[in-house]
């Protein structure tokens, strides 16, 4: 056979689908896309979108008519407007949630009306049977109808699901009910060990019916309800981009949709403005905040000569940047594209019901008519042969296998949200039974994200707390990083601080100002230098064990005479070494990955007992790293809080986002920890491991009973009410299996 190349070299496209229910619907509409010549297409069913390569414009049309040719949705999916894919998933929950109420409301007294009336015959009065018909009705009929559209919609393209089990179920206990009413049949008086049920009991088949509905809705509503679908990260990512840019031409600013400007063009960016493409300084200096992009907890100092990133903020300074990459070729749209590279790799996870469902179902209906088959042929009568095929398709019926993932779902989120652990879906749990390594990132995780003061070196007689003083009184003025972790020493001394005046900023340099009658300088070497005060040995020493312990060490002149030294850095949470042994504890082997210096990374993973440090990593080497482990067999779990980890934590096995995070980072996890202490890590993944676990256990007891009990109902031992009986009873134990995940407790408790 030969495949068809591809007609032009085009971007992926992506497209929404709507319509499917389970992991088997996602390899059909995948089939079907890759059906069409030179498309290599994917489907993720989690986040209900398919990305499809080789289409240019005039054929997405094509793609989107070949999907609904297969019974599905499909829309274009719209990066900046999702609003097609939101509104279809939350009108699927409403409806869902609407016909379980009528459901169950009904079902409760249909079912005490039955239990009561068809096992006591002296409590019937006429027509009990069609009273109880006229109950089920509406349940097997609209609040069932999800069911009985997706068989429908399966029957006419030739292929059976779930729903086509579940469909047929209802049908035919219901129809069977009708029709043993109707004609005034008296049902046959199957054994039960202790003894038969009375005639017309039949009316049962009517309670199976709309209890079978009841539970399927539910699983289905919780089930929707727990995968409702994640934020697309690349829109978010989209957001941080500048939507207007001041473009220099011929020495005058215009300001002009960013998608106008081009490479080579010179733009302006003032205070407080995002930069929109990435460049190189050619005017002024700045202190830009590339906290989001890089994870360092200072702003960096920018002059002529330095290169910007689209995406981070000039602080406190005008820049004139000449634009070296624009567009898609800027650093933050190529993160965009490697997140969605990364989350392509999600399309592959099924469900272990999911992929039994394409052999299941069809051999339960063909056993189902074996059975029938076999009961006439041996002379068994009509209403009882049906009776047996009936009790074999109601014991066959998955509600236990439909239940078994969404109820576990439901309590161990549930359970995590008390916690302060909100897990997105099955993915997460999946993934956290595989895990062998934890990647942290340091900022803003392991760290507090805040400076503080670490080490003051006095010099030229001055005490550490006068030098404190000096430092603080000029900073005042001052809304740097630096500057609060001074002001914050300060306040622990309650003296007033000297009068201050005459303070200027100096964007990549300090400060510069006058206190209590002396000229002041705060800031780095080049600051100095430009000055022309002279760096004594000192203070050098004080500079060099700065450097090797890996924080930032500013410079104090008083009068043109260097007086000290104030060394910041960030602070290692207080709960952080909890947590890393914690994670040892598990098993775990944990991983320190910074974009800092190798000397502060270190200088924090000695303190914690990490053994691994990767530092200087820029975001886009993050991902591959992850990657990297990955190659070596490592099954991973990122850990981070930035933009810088988005990429990162979609390109994990599992990804965990700190919830004082960006918003863009927290859409890329798979797990959001929102409670404020480290412990929350090793707990999460304690609580994704036991819910997986008892999915695992509810999957395993559904399979059994369904293995154990349909040789039963084939043999006539089971009538369709013990049938249903069971079947609710293998309901509930699955349920009460779930509950017990409400148990868990964290290390703390």
């Known amino acids: 056979m030969t495949i068809a190349e591809p007609l032009d070299r085009v971007d992926p496209v992506e497209l929404d689908i709507s319509g499917m229910t389970c992991a088997a619907c996602a390899r059909r509409v995948e089939r079907a896309l890759n059906k069409l010549d030179g498309v290599d297409a994917s489907v993720n069913y989690a986040t209900e979108r398919a990305v499809v390569n080789g289409l240019d414009e005039e054929r997405i049309a094509l ?84 069911f009985h559209r997706v068989t429908l919609k399966n029957l006419r393209h030739g292929t059976v699901s779930m729903d086509t089990l579940v469909s047929l179920g209802i049908a035919v206990s219901f129809g069977w009910a009708l029709v043993t009413l109707v004609l005034g049949l008296d049902g046959p008086a199957y054994w039960l060990g202790f003894g038969s049920t009375p005639d017309g009991a039949d009316a049962m088949y009517l309670d199976v019916a709309a209890g079978m509905t009841t539970f399927q809705l539910a699983g289905r509503y919780f089930e929707t309800r727990s995968r409702r679908k994640a934020g697309d990260v690349l829109g978010a990512l989209s957001r941080l981009a500048a939507t207007r840019v001041r473009i220099l031409r011929d020495g005058v600013e215009v300001v002009e949709p960013s998608a106008r400007l081009r490479r080579g063009d010179t733009f302006v960016v003032l205070p407080g403005e995002t930069i929109p493409a990435d460049g190189d300084v050619t005017a002024g200096a700045a202190a830009v905040d590339a906290s989001m992009m890089t994870g360092e907890p200072l702003p960096v100092e920018v002059v002529s000569g330095d290169v910007v990133t689209g995406g981070t903020i000039s602080t406190d300074g005008r820049l004139e940047v000449r634009a070296t990459s624009v567009g898609a070729n800027t650093q933050l749209a190529q993160m965009a594209a490697l997140a969605q590279r990364a989350q392509a790799r999600k399309a592959n996870v099924q469900t272990l019901a999911d992929r039994v469902t394409t052999y299941f179902v069809p051999a339960v209906i063909v056993l189902a008519l074996l059975v029938f088959v076999a009961w006439l042929l041996g ?45 997105k879906g099955q993915d997460a749990l999946e993934a956290s039974g595989r895990i062998t390594t934890v990647v942290l990132d340091k900022t803003g995780t392991l760290t507090t994200g805040r400076m503080a003061v670490q080490r003051v070196t006095a010099l030229a007689e001055l005490s550490e707390d006068e030098l404190l003083r000096l430092a603080a009184s ?93 060394d910041v850095a960030d602070e290692i949470k207080a709960d952080a070494q909890a947590a890393i042994d914690a994670l040892h504890e598990q098993g775990l082997e944990t991983i320190l990955l910074t974009g ?46 930035g933009i810088n980890d988005a990429v990162a934590l979609s390109a994990a096995d599992l990804g965990l986002a700190i919830a004082t995070g960006t918003d863009i980072a927290l859409k890329a996890a798979d797990i959001i920890l929102v409670r404020e202490d480290l412990m929350v890590v090793p707990d999460a993944i304690a609580l994704a491991r036991r819910t997986l676990r008892t999915i695992r256990t509810n999957l395993g007891w559904a399979f059994g009973y369904n293995i154990a009990a349909i040789p039963l109902a084939a043999a006539g031992l089971l009538n369709p009410l013990i049938a249903a009986a069971a079947m609710s009873l293998s309901s509930m134990l699955v349920v009460h299996n779930s509950l017990r995940l409400q148990n868990f407790r964290t290390r703390r408790q």
């Open 379 to 423: 002379g068994a009568p009509v209403q009882q042969a049906i009776g047996t095929g009936i009790a074999v398709l109601i014991i066959a019926c998955p509600c236990a296998l439909g239940l078994a993932t969404p109820t576990a779902l439901m309590v161990g989120i549930g359970r995590g949200a008390s916690l302060g652990i909100l897990v």
């Open 474 to 566: 000029l900073e005042q003025g001052s809304e740097h990083p630096i500057a609060r972790a001074i002001l914050a020493r300060t306040a622990e001394h309650p003296p007033a601080l000297p009068p201050f005046s005459d303070f200027s900023a100096l964007p990549g340099l300090g400060a510069s100002g006058r206190v209590a009658g002396h000229d002041v300088l705060i800031g780095n070497a080049r600051l100095l230098a430009e000055r022309a005060v002279q760096i004594p040995a000192g203070a050098r020493v004080a500079l060099d064990h700065a450097d090797e312990q890996g924080r930032t060490a500013v410079l104090v002149a008083r009068d043109g005479e260097v007086v000290g030294v104030i």
């Open 596 to 641: 800092d210096s190798a000397a502060a990374g270190q200088r924090t993973a000695d303190q914690l007992g990490i053994n691994v440090v990767l530092a200087e990593v820029l975001p886009a080497q993050k991902a591959e790293v992850v990657r990297d482990l990955q190659a070596r067999g490592k099954n991973v779990a990122m850990v981070g809080d």
């Open 63 to 146: 793609a989107v008519q070949q999907v609904e040719k297969t019974g599905y949705g499909a829309h274009l999916h719209d990066g900046e407007d999702d609003a097609w894919s939101r509104r279809a998933t939350e009108v699927r929950i409403t409806s869902l949630r609407r016909r379980l109420v009528v459901a169950a409301l009904l079902t409760i007294p249909l079912m005490d009306i039955t239990i009561v009336f068809a096992l006591v015959p002296g409590w019937r009065f006429p027509g009990w049977e069609w009273l109880c018909v006229l109950l089920a009705l509406p349940i097997v009929t609209w609040a069932a109808w999800p």
